[in-house]
């Protein structure tokens, strides 16, 4: 099976089964010579199976956000649209806001990314810099739309950039304090053992690098009231 169809599956959260995602692949569904064809073809898919209520949230990064699962049963009542593609760098998400962030009319907008940014030799002053852009492009179609950065975690895996994911995470908080609707969401300080070093207990022991379901529990703990926050005030 294509991994399109097995990702569109996965999309729907099994409102459309493996054989149904499979049987509407069609080839306008996939650029192949485009990074991330597979992944963005399937979100479109998933766009015309079942297109998202404008006012949810958007989760959108590299494989962080792929890699969470029951996203959506980790914040109930919300309208949870998960759009991350593995390896990518904030410019990658730049690029592709267009298609897999705006069209939704978000209220929030949740993003990791710079992780694969550092680890690919990009500087912390490029990190911000993309992110800047990132919410540019957003903000220029969306000015009301709220978002917020997840700070680059530290891992075993990339325990020699943790200088670098520091100073990238500094320059991005200096960036977003006081602005109105710009959220950063420090993951990088509780995820450090008093050592000063990354925890292993919230780490996939497979790769020291992405989160286990004990990561994924914190993160939704740091996450939640900034979700909650972005609830419209009822009369």
């Not at 294509?2 to 054989?19: D, E, S, W």
């Not at 200088?163 to 969401?185: E, F, S």
């Amino acid at each position: 099976m294509k991994r399109t169809a097995l990702l569109v599956a996965l999309l729907l959260g099994g409102a459309t089964t493996l054989a149904q995602a499979q049987s509407t692949h069609s080839a306008a569904d996939t650029v192949d010579d485009e990074p991330w064809a597979s992944d963005i073809a399937a979100f479109r898919k998933a766009d015309r199976l079942h297109f998202p209520k404008p006012g949810g949230i958007v989760f959108v990064g590299s494989s962080s956000i792929v890699y969470w699962p029951h996203l959506a049963q980790d914040f109930p009542g919300e309208n949870v649209i998960q759009r991350g593609f593995g390896g990518s760098e904030l410019g990658d998400v730049v690029y592709r806001a267009p298609t897999i962030v705006i069209p939704y009319k978000p209220r929030l907008v949740v993003l990791y990314a710079g992780d694969n940014d550092i680890a690919n030799g990009r500087t912390p002053e490029e990190v911000l810099t993309q992110f800047q852009r990132f919410v540019k492009v957003v903000r220029d179609s969306l000015p009301k739309t709220r978002i917020a950065f997840i700070s680059i975690k530290p891992s075993w895996a990339r325990v020699a950039l943790l200088d670098k994911m520091r100073a990238a995470n500094d320059l991005v908080k200096k960036y977003i304090d006081g602005k109105p609707g710009l959220t950063y969401i420090d993951v990088f300080t509780p995820m450090l053992s008093p050592a000063g070093q990354p925890r292993m207990a919230l780490l996939d022991p497979t790769d020291s690098l992405h989160l286990n379901a004990t990561g994924y529990k914190l993160w939704r703990h740091l996450v939640m009231p900034v979700v909650r926050a972005s609830r419209p005030v009822k009369p």
